[in-house]
């Protein structure tokens, strides 16, 4: 129901007679009825003659407008606000005909008018700027890797310095104090193993 409102409301805004579409649902058990559905509307087209004759609109005009809709049912705002739109009509819970292409005209009418507003506005070349700017142009490039870095200043450095300092002057250190335990650990043994040969 909400998509007959918006295919509605964008034919009507390029001109074309939203009878010319229709939307129904038929289940698999309901054959008289589906047959029903498409022998009237197959009427009704052939009543109003080939798409964009009864209006009045030229071929090449018919396939701009009909570009131009495209276009607007694809712009992000129109979806976005068409989603929104519909989470609110199911929390409201209410689901005839006339309450929801209420709602969808009211909430869908100004995004639908300006995507095909933001259409037909003439697009103009946006001035580059930023980071932008600098990968396109290749001047700005060289100099970028031209520049130095900035110099940390002597004391971070220095303090830097220190903790590695300190690491490789203690492991020497700890290597001598193994190597000093080792032999004692070595020579406590062949005592032990001296007296045992006494006994």
Do not use: C, H
């Not at 009507?12 to 939203?18: D, L, S, V, Y």
């Not at 220190?162 to 062949?190: D, F, L, M, V």
């Amino acid at each position: 129901m909400g998509m007959n409102a918006l295919i509605f409301n964008v034919l009507q805004e390029i001109g074309i007679n939203p009878a010319r579409f229709s939307l129904q649902w038929a289940s698999a058990a309901e054959a008289p009825r589906f047959v029903k559905l498409i022998t009237e509307f197959s009427g009704k087209i052939k009543e109003l003659g080939p798409l964009g004759e009864s209006e009045g609109i030229e071929p090449d005009e018919l396939k701009i407008r009909l570009d131009k809709a495209l276009a607007a049912v694809s712009s992000r705002k129109v979806r976005m606000v068409y989603g929104n739109t519909t989470k609110s009509i199911r929390k409201e819970g209410i689901f005839t005909q006339e309450y929801i292409s209420g709602v969808i005209e009211e909430k869908l009418t100004k995004a639908i008018k300006g995507a095909f507003e933001a259409d037909k506005a003439p697009k103009e070349a946006k001035p580059v700027s930023g980071k932008k700017a600098a990968k396109g142009s290749p001047k700005k490039k060289v100099a970028a890797k031209e520049k130095p870095e900035p110099k940390k200043p002597a004391k971070k450095a220095a303090k830097k310095a220190e903790p590695a300092a300190k690491k490789k002057a203690s492991a020497p250190k700890k290597a001598a104090a193994k190597k000093a335990a080792a032999p004692k650990k070595g020579a406590a043994k062949k005592k032990t193993a001296a007296k045992k040969k006494k006994k």
